[in-house]
């Protein structure tokens, strides 16, 4: 957890400096890069680390190709998504501009990512203080480099490349780390199309999920651009980096709920309803005091971070912070999935909630701009994360729990019992 706030807190810090420096527009440029290379690397991601975790920790023998076969598909689905991205950023944007270039880097990005699957390997020996510290060197590398770029006044291009400085540094360290500390070399890794299908078979529907909230969390800033230019991306990127900062809450609080929440529906489900009505009780209150907090202090923070020149950013962040008590009441509803093996129920939301997303962006960012994303935003999460789960009977009964806790602020005595 501590990693986690230092990992955010270090990472925000460096943003203010690079958007102050850079401006909205170019600041645009650097977080529309971001966000398509983010859009086309989700073919690539598969949706498999719990499973292929699973299949370390419970098939030892089948270790190494497992772990090949997972590189195998991930460097397919990277290079596959690059070469989409190449494709699309050659036909809309022209190789002459910078908006190009831009792409091109960022997306390179992509080539690094099947490496994370070691990352796999240390969750499944729980070692994890491993991965912090090759993701932490590789923050910190990328920051000094930000810093070091805004102190020469150097270009976008440079902060682009910073983030796949970034992405080789770590991909790099997690393939020393590895061989240091594994006996199952790389070399015994092996690919195979049978291993291939049972693992998209198992994981399909997590795959497909995890497509859906890509394009839900960053389609909104590639439209941004083609509707309305770069200074608005960058409007749009300030107001949303800090309404995406609390995220992390709801993730850590769940999950320090998770492992009660398990045992409980199998010993008392009377009471697992007690305390998942509880958590949602918990989560909405926190959400919206963060909600009223931001809303009235917008202008304030954006002034003291990010500058005059974001000022606009106020008014996208008073619409898009809202969005936040979705966000964090989904948290608890993701662990509901989980317990009830209901994995379908994440697919259909979040691609539900990818469709309301670009379907309204299309129609809004045209005529509202940075404010039309921001209630684009604030309307596909609350369809995908409240609204969509009265439509299924065994969703339904999550609805009412989450429409209940909307109420918690006159029901205070429902904290009593939360530990």
């Known amino acids: 957890m501590g990693d986690k706030i230092t990992s955010l807190g270090v990472g925000f810090l460096v943003t203010v400096v690079v958007a102050r420096y850079l401006g909205p527009v170019q600041f645009g440029t650097y977080s529309y890069a971001i966000s398509a290379a983010a859009l086309f690397a989700a073919a690539g991601h598969m949706g498999l680390s719990g499973l292929v975790v699973r299949e370390i920790v419970k098939k030892p023998d089948e270790r190494g190709v497992t772990l090949g076969t997972t590189l195998g598909l991930k460097f397919i689905g990277m290079a596959g998504g690059y070469a989409i991205l190449l494709a699309y950023a050659a036909a809309y944007e022209g190789v002459n501009s910078l908006e190009f270039a831009a792409l091109v880097i960022a997306g390179a990005v992509l080539l690094c990512r099947p490496l994370d699957i070691i990352d796999y390997w240390f969750q499944a020996f729980v070692q994890a203080r491993y991965v912090t510290t090759v993701r932490l060197t590789g923050l910190a590398v990328s920051s000094v480099l930000k810093l070091f770029f805004v102190y020469l006044g150097l270009g976008v291009l440079y902060f682009v490349a910073a983030n796949l400085i970034q992405a080789i540094v770590i991909a790099l360290m997690f393939f020393a780390v590895y061989r240091l500390k594994s ?14 299908k049972e693992l998209f078979s198992q994981g399909w529907v997590v ?26 991306v960058g409007i749009y990127s300030v107001a949303a980096q800090l309404s995406e900062a609390w995220y992390f809450v709801p993730v850590a609080i769940v999950a320090s709920f998770f492992p009660k929440l398990i045992k409980l529906k199998e010993e008392d489900p009377d009471q697992f309803n007690k305390r998942l009505q509880q958590l949602f009780d918990l989560l909405f209150i926190l959400a919206l005091g963060v909600a009223i907090a931001m809303t009235l202090l917008s202008e304030w923070v954006i002034i003291l971070f990010f500058g005059m020149h974001y000022i606009d950013s106020a008014g996208v962040l008073i619409i898009h912070i809202w969005a936040a008590i979705f966000i964090f009441m989904r948290a608890a509803f993701s662990k509901w999935i989980l317990i009830e093996n209901a994995l379908v129920f994440s697919l259909i939301t979040q691609g539900a909630g990818a469709i309301v997303n670009i379907v309204l962006n299309y129609f809004l960012i045209p005529d509202y701009g940075v404010k039309g994303a921001a209630y684009t935003t604030l309307v596909s999460y609350a369809f995908a994360s409240f609204f969509s789960l009265s439509i299924y009977s065994k969703t339904r009964p999550i609805f009412f729990m989450m429409l209940r806790s909307m109420f918690s602020v006159f029901r205070y005595s429902s904290f009593k019992a939360v530990r």
Do not use: H, N, P
């Not at 006996?183 to 291993?195: G, N, V």
């Open 207 to 232: 795959y497909l999920g995890s497509i859906f909230a890509v394009i839900y969390l960053k389609v909104d800033q590639v439209m941004l651009r083609w509707f309305s230019g770069s200074e608005s």
């Open 183 to 196: 006996s199952l070399q790389i070399s015994d890794w092996t690919f195979s199309w049978k291993k291939a």
